[in-house]
């Protein structure tokens, strides 16, 4: 959002028509809040509760790379949650409204440039991501049996991590939702969104991959990766992590490629 | 003029095959008219407004809009630009109220002013009762006019309506001309695509007749039907429909006949006026048959098989 940026003719800012559609996606965001916190909180709870609840009290607790199974899942849980919101906040309605309603159309005629409206639709996504991923935080207080040991070692990385992975997946969100039929949206939630997540070191920390050494670089393609890891960085450092350098190139170059994607696909589906 | 369109064409190419939608428009369209794209369905006539509204690309050629040309310039050409396309597209997780106040919202009004224009829309468009709800709630003809509404909220130099009365029941179409024409009365320039010769006929300034991307003719309608000398058709079916030379000697005798042409099963009579004429055709008919004859007085229609020789619609 650029305020010296004056579009020609009536003397009106780009940003404000981009305010105007990020409102807009507020107001909708507002009048569901309550399914909006129930999808966000209901995935992690779950998992907080079997994992480190019942397990220990069954005696299957157990530690990974040094910390206990609930420190190393906190990070991990913010990853999914945060990519979870941005597919469900950008990917599933632009499917629906390119596919079936048309309903994108009165947005894509407001004065903006078109990859300006794409571009609103990551960050709208954004903001629903961070809010997920602020809400795992205190299910990771009150849910565990064995106590979390997590404290902000580091707020630039926390709030750099938090930003761009949020980024990262509206632009997912949006990749899919402009480039997927809603008929097909099941099919790349099993082939796509599972299988990066289970593969996103949301479980375990990267560097204990070393003990299935060809995993631990597939796995350096997915974007979910450096999520965790940026994430465990900030907030567990007792885990070990990746290079933070690495970490924030890894995330940038991700959001610049499936940004690419996301815009390019959103074009192709507005203009013909 | 509001709307300047210069050589355009469309050209859809795959692998497959190429189809050229537009073939070389020009025409231009002048402040406060209601202006019509008459043609049958595939004519190139949402094309047009497609690449006016620069949600298409050109192959060639050039629309500028108030003077903006719309492929270099489609963000700032928007804001002279109002659009309801043919399906729906109102926001179905808003309100009707919340449609039109973040539409002027994203045209950079403030909250004071959006909301001011929204309650002055509503009350405009006799729907001040159905703020709250949401467009599912809402009938196909009232659904129509909130989106007739939500175009105009940021008051464009020119609202382009793409085939308005499609899937409107006849009584919600004759409402949807009363605010077309309500909305002349305002200056707001109306151009609109149509397959529907009486709501060209019955709305339009000016007519448009396209057909295979080709501007055919353009005039007013009263003209149109004047000048190409499409008077009255009178449609003879023949049984015996195979050779009628005799036949058409006859009737080219006939001082009241204009012309004739072969159409499947019979003849096409182009006369002027049919004043006694139907039992002289008749009577001239008599050796081949008449299954039946029909009468179009002179319309639009006429004008458009005048023109093509086909009919308009499917």
């Known amino acids: 959002m650029n305020n010296t940026l004056m579009s ?16 807009r996606d507020l107001r909708v965001m507002r009048r569901e809040l309550g399914p909006f916190i129930v999808r966000v909180v209901m995935q992690p709870l779950l998992f907080l509760f079997v994992f480190t609840y019942v397990f220990p009290h069954i005696g299957q607790a157990g530690t990974v790379g040094g910390a206990n199974f609930a420190t190393v899942l906190l990070p991990g849980l913010m990853a999914v949650a945060i990519m979870f919101s941005g597919i469900a906040a950008v990917a599933l309605p632009l499917s629906q409204e390119f596919g079936v309603t048309r309903e994108i159309d009165d947005r894509v005629m407001c004065p903006l440039p078109v990859p300006a409206v794409a571009i609103e639709k990551i960050c709208f996504s954004a903001i629903q991501s961070i809010l997920a991923a602020l809400l795992v935080l205190p299910l990771a207080y009150f849910i565990p049996a064995t106590p979390v040991h997590a404290h902000v070692a580091n707020w630039p990385m926390l709030i750099t991590t938090l930003i761009l992975a949020s980024l990262v997946a509206g632009a997912l969100g949006l990749t899919i939702g402009s ?28 560097a204990v991959l070393s003990h299935v050494r060809w995993l631990q670089f597939v796995v350096l393609l997915n974007p979910i990766v450096y999520m965790s890891e940026g994430l465990r960085t900030a907030l567990t450092p007792g885990v070990p992590h990746m290079p933070s350098p690495m970490i924030v190139a890894a995330l940038l170059l991700s959001l610049a490629v499936l940004g690419g994607f996301g815009i390019k696909g959103f074009l192709r589906r507005v203009i013909s | 003029m509001i709307v300047e369109i210069a050589d355009l064409t469309k050209v859809y190419q795959d692998k497959h095959q190429r189809i050229t939608a537009v073939d070389g428009i020009d025409l231009t369209v002048e402040q406060g008219e209601i202006f019509g794209l008459l043609g049958p369905n595939g004519a190139g006539k949402t094309t047009t407004i497609g690449i006016c509204t620069t949600r298409t690309l050109p192959t060639s050629g050039r629309v500028s809009i108030a003077g903006i040309d719309v492929v270099a310039r489609p963000a700032a050409a928007r804001r002279n630009i ?118 060209a006929d019955e709305l339009c300034d000016r007519v448009a007749i396209i057909d295979h991307g080709k501007l055919l003719a353009l005039d007013a309608p009263q003209r149109l039907k004047t000048t190409l000398g499409a008077d009255t058709v009178i449609e003879l079916e023949l049984r015996q429909s195979e050779d009628t030379r005799l036949l058409v000697g006859k009737l080219n005798s006939m001082p009241q006949i204009k012309s004739i042409e072969a159409m499947p099963g019979g003849l096409r009579i182009f006369a002027h006026g049919t004043d006694g004429l139907l039992p002289e055709i008749v009577q001239a008919a008599l050796g081949y048959g008449v299954r039946d004859i029909s009468i179009n007085e002179p319309s639009l229609e006429t004008v458009f098989i005048r023109l093509t020789g086909r009919e308009l619609r499917e």
């Open chain 2, 82 to 199: 109002g659009v309801v396309p043919q399906f729906n597209t109102l926001d179905r997780s808003l309100t009707i109220f919340e449609n039109l106040y973040y539409h002027c919202k994203y045209f950079g009004f403030s909250g004071v002013e959006a909301r001011e224009r929204a309650n002055t829309l509503l009350k405009q468009f006799l729907l001040h009762e159905r703020g709250e709800s949401f467009p599912s709630q809402l009938s196909g003809g009232l659904q129509q006019r909130v989106q007739i509404s939500r175009a105009i909220a940021h008051r464009p130099a020119v609202l382009f309506l793409d085939e308005p009365s499609a899937g409107l029941d006849p009584q919600s179409r004759i409402a949807m001309w009363d605010t077309v024409r309500a909305l002349r009365q305002e200056g707001i320039t109306v151009v609109l695509t149509t397959h529907y010769m009486e709501e």
């Open chain 1, 179 to 206: 480039n997927v039929k809603p008929q097909q949206i099941g099919l790349v939630f099993s082939i796509v969104v599972i299988p990066i997540t289970f593969l996103g070191c949301v479980y375990y920390p990267w």
């Open chain 1, 8 to 23: 020609p003719g009536k003397n009106v800012p780009y940003a404000t028509a981009f305010a105007g559609l990020l409102q």
